[in-house]
């Protein structure tokens, strides 16, 4: 059973940073790729940006790219989101999740796992 859990979120100004962070187990880490996404209040859950069982290979929404990177370290059975210049549009909750293949995957129905999901609210 692959477990995952996010953690970082909050309340944070226009302008500011979070890091969240997503901690895996139950399945080898290495072995897959895998993503962040978000739902926003009334919308539906959305692409935020994905990363290659390696961390070579990124991808990023196009509402989120040069503020967000996306990191993950092996080792440690990790991933995290770095959000620079938080923009009240992000606020939403962020969930990260795991996908059985091995580079980028966009679509919310190839990933398999997923996690409990972290609050993050932006304020103007």
């Known amino acids: 059973q692959v477990q995952l859990v996010e953690s970082g979120g909050g309340l944070v100004q226009a302008g500011g940073s979070l890091r969240l962070s997503c901690a895996a187990s139950g399945r080898t880490f290495s072995n897959n790729g895998m993503g962040w996404f978000r739902r926003a209040p009334g919308k539906e859950r959305e692409f935020v940006a994905a990363?290659?069982?390696?961390?070579?290979?990124?991808n990023y929404a196009d509402s989120v790219k040069g503020r967000f990177t996306i990191s993950r370290d092996n080792a440690k059975n990790t991933m995290s989101l770095q959000m620079n210049n938080l923009k009240p549009e992000d606020t939403a909750v962020y969930y990260c999740a795991t996908w059985p293949g091995i580079s980028l995957a966009v679509r919310a129905d190839e990933y398999d796992y997923w996690g409990q999901g972290t609050q993050v609210t932006v304020s103007s």
């Open positions: 990363i290659s069982r390696s961390g070579v290979m990124t």
